[in-house]
């Protein structure tokens, strides 16, 4: 198979080094990737937003199957359009990425399908939103209604904090948003592969959102992860996939937008059962990563079966039992306004000891590497445990020479704390 990868992250390096292993793959390309994705894959120089090129690109290249990483894309339509062309495609058409895509679509599929998740009420003005204000306790959770990759929500400790996100979200013409009641519990995200009818889980992970060590500061796309989340049960998992997962994937299809892909479903566990918090219609950046590094399986072969809708009769793809670790090497100022330009040294003494680098906001500069973005590395290796998977992963980070960068010391925490004895 002749396959292209779209994005240019951490998740699409990690996608690209699986996809590389698989016998049926003839010839990788990836667009507009990065140097490390460059390793596995010849690169094109094509915006993932530009349709018409990725079209063209595939036809002149005989490409067979293009992978999808980032939700944008996908809840732009390029699946439909590629489709379209007679094209396999991995990820969701455009009416089914909507899941991620608008968050009042997802709340209005849980009310009418019983599945559990947070109360809840839409605003589409500022008057309307700050009255259904009332109707809810404090913590609350404010939500920008659409795509707003992971930034557009504030959990709000008192009233004036609640307020003050409704302000700044009708701050913005033609502005809605979601209210929700405030969950309580330990969160952990379920990964499902679907082809609209059989559903596959297809792992499990948990990451650390916030900044700072501790989990303090403000939110990022995801500082660090690791997989699996032991916190979700085989039985809790089993009881997620049942009032959860399989009621939204019987709700698309019989509304004419069965899901194909991935489908991560963000989940709180509560002291009453898992409750849904989002999906996102693609893997998570970093939690694809040690996904990547745990899965025993040809993951070509199981994408391609997930596109063509031959999923039914599988068994669930198969994990090792090792915990894998990702610690992300950010550009000082992240999240905010990242230091681009610094210098990046020492990738190869990180994976002496088995550790992969995966590279996420970096590019060439002659023979240099150098931080482009805000998350720029994400170093991951795995262990028989937390503690090991901890270990050997910043034994890599402290291989790493990017002076301008920062990192967590404590990524796996809560792991680790569960683990000991
Ligand atoms: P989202 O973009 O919807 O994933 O929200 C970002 C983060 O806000 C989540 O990962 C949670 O930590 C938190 N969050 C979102 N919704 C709720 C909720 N209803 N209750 C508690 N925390 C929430
Ligand atoms: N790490 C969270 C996400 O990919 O949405």
Redesign the pocket.
Known sequence: MNVLLLGSGGREHALAWKLAQSPALEKLWAAPGNPGIAEFAELADIAVSDHRSIIDFCLRHSINFVVIGPEAPLVAGLGDNLRTMGILVFGPNKAAAQLEGS?SFTKDLCARENIP??A?AKAESRDGALAALDDFGI?V?I?ADGL?A??????AMTREEAEEAILAIFSDAGASVVI??????E?ASLFLLTDGTTILPFGSAQ?H?RVGDGDVGP?TGGMGAYSPARVLTPELEARAIETIVRPTIEAMARMGAPYSGILYA?L?LTADGP?L??Y?ARFGDPECQVLMLRLEEDLLELMAATAKGELAGRAAPHFSNDTALTVVMAARGYPGTPESGGAICGIAAAEVGGALVFQAGTRMEGDALIANGGRVLNVTASGKNVREAQAAAYQAVDAIDFPTGFFRRDIGWREVVREAP
């Open positions: 968050k998740t947070a809840f913590p959770v939500k707003a992971g930034k557009g929500v504030t959990v929700e009641e405030f969950l309580e519990g969160e990451d959102k939110n963000g709180m409750k918090i989002e996102n």
